[in-house]
């Protein structure tokens, strides 16, 4: 079998990422309804407890939220062909991405704080740390993936306003993470 050309990877790059979310969908709502059965079984025993979440998952809601915004505008500007202001946009949400991850750190440590360590204290704890950390994970690999684009953009050149797949790809990820985020902290802000 001969090496994959270009126009072979760009075929499969937006099918591949579909699966890979799906995926990491499936996970979530295995994680989330976990956490509704487990809430279930506990309330009736009085066993779970029910706590405020820190207010930096709050304030990193909103900040990954303006991530995805920047992204928006990153992709307009690229499709205008304004190479540099892409790169700026990619850079700034890369920059917001890790802002986002450094304030759920001072979210855990608020809990922390509070007596909630991720184990031994309550079940209804240990889900929201398993919840949160597995996506601060996936928010890793987003940012590299963010900063992958950036190089791509800003440094190499590779993304124009006629050739932007993979620019295009890596949006599509950032926004599925911060989407998910927000589907996370609703659940738990509201599904305590």
């Known amino acids: 079998m001969g090496k994959l050309t270009a126009a072979d990877k760009r075929k499969v790059q937006k099918p591949l990422l579909w699966i890979g979310l799906a995926s990491i969908v499936m996970t979530f709502a295995g994680l989330t309804s976990g956490y509704v059965v487990s809430r279930s079984a506990l309330l009736a025993d009085n066993r779970w407890l029910i706590f405020g979440l820190p207010p930096q998952f709050l304030y990193a809601t909103i900040i990954i939220l303006v991530s995805s915004l920047t992204m928006i505008l990153a992709k307009m500007a690229l499709k205008k062909g304004q190479i540099s202001m892409a790169g700026n946009l990619v850079l700034v ?18 809990m922390i704080d509070r007596g909630f360590n991720a184990v031994g204290v309550n079940t ?7 919840i949160a950390g597995l996506h601060w994970l996936h928010l890793f690999s987003g940012l590299i993936v963010l900063l992958y684009t950036w190089y791509r953009t800003a440094i190499k050149k590779v993304h124009t306003a006629t050739d932007h797949q993979g620019f295009s ?3 599509i990820y950032w926004h599925f993470l911060d989407g998910l ?3 996370l902290y609703l659940f738990l ?4």
Do not use: E, K, P, T
């Open 124 to 130: 209804a704890v240990s889900w929201v740390y398993v």
């Open 181 to 183: 985020w927000l589907y």
């Open 93 to 110: 949400s890369l920059f917001l991405g890790v802002a986002f991850f450094v304030i759920q750190i001072y979210g855990a440590q608020d």
């Open 169 to 171: 790809v890596s949006a």
């Open 189 to 192: 802000l509201f599904i305590r």
